[in-house]
C-alpha cells in the first residue's frame, strides 16, 4: 500500500471500527501520542490501542467520520488535514493526565471540527501518530463550552445522579472490550 492508502485505510478502520483494516494498516508497535487524554486501554501499541481508540469514540458519537481534505507525504511521514464529523449520542469521557476523569451528558448535537493528523510509518505501517485536533472547536459545537447556565445545570444533575461516575466506568470497560477484541500481531 502506498503511504496514502494506509492513511485512508487508517480512517477507514477508525470510521467503521474495523479490527481487519486496522490490522492492515497498523503496526504492531504503533504508538498513538494523543491516548494521554483516552481511557488506559487506549495507550497499548499496536491495533489494541487502536482499537480500544476506536470503540471510546464509537461509544460516544454516532456517525463518526473522518473526510479528508488533503493529504502530504514525504519519506517515512504523512500529514492529513481532515474534517471529523459526529454526533455526541452518549457520554463523551475524557482523561487528563495527572486528573480525574471528566464526563460529559449526551447533547444530541452534531460537530464538524478539522484535524491535522501526522504520521510516521515503519515496515509499510503507521507506526506513530501525532495530531492537532479542534477539541475547543468541538465542545462548543456540543453545547458543553462556554459553560453557561445551561451547559452548568446538565453537568451538575449528570454528576449528581451518578451517571458520571457509570459512564467513566463504562468508558474505561469499552476500550478494554475493543482492545481485547483486537487481532494480536507480533512485534517486527
Excluded at 503511504?3 to 485505510?9: A, F, G, L, P, Q
Excluded at 480525574?100 to 484535524?115: I, N, S
Aim: glycine share 6%.
Amino acid at each position: 500500500m502506498s503511504t496514502e492508502e494506509i492513511v485512508s485505510t487508517l480512517f477507514a478502520a477508525l470510521e467503521n471500527d474495523d479490527a481487519a483494516l486496522a490490522a492492515a494498516s497498523v503496526h504492531p508497535a504503533h504508538v498513538n501520542y494523543m491516548a494521554a487524554d483516552e481511557p488506559p486501554a487506549c495507550t497499548q501499541p499496536g491495533v489494541p490501542g487502536f482499537m480500544a481508540t476506536s470503540a471510546w469514540l464509537h461509544s460516544a458519537f454516532a456517525q463518526l467520520r473522518f473526510e479528508l481534505i488533503e493529504m502530504a507525504a514525504a519519506g517515512d511521514r504523512a500529514i492529513a488535514h481532515v474534517w471529523m464529523r459526529g454526533r455526541q449520542a452518549a457520554p463523551f469521557v475524557i482523561f487528563p493526565p495527572d486528573g480525574r476523569p471528566v464526563a460529559f451528558p449526551p447533547t444530541g448535537r452534531e460537530f464538524a471540527v478539522r484535524h491535522c493528523h501526522v504520521f510516521r510509518f515503519r515496515d509499510g505501517l503507521a507506526s506513530e501518530h501525532i495530531a492537532v485536533r479542534d477539541d475547543l472547536g468541538m465542545m462548543t459545537q456540543l453545547g458543553h463550552l462556554p459553560p453557561g447556565p445551561a451547559a452548568l445545570a446538565r453537568m451538575a444533575r449528570f454528576q449528581l445522579s451518578g451517571q458520571a461516575r457509570r459512564a467513566v466506568a463504562s468508558a474505561i470497560k469499552i476500550a478494554e472490550r475493543g482492545a481485547a477484541a483486537a487481532p494480536q500481531t507480533a512485534v517486527r
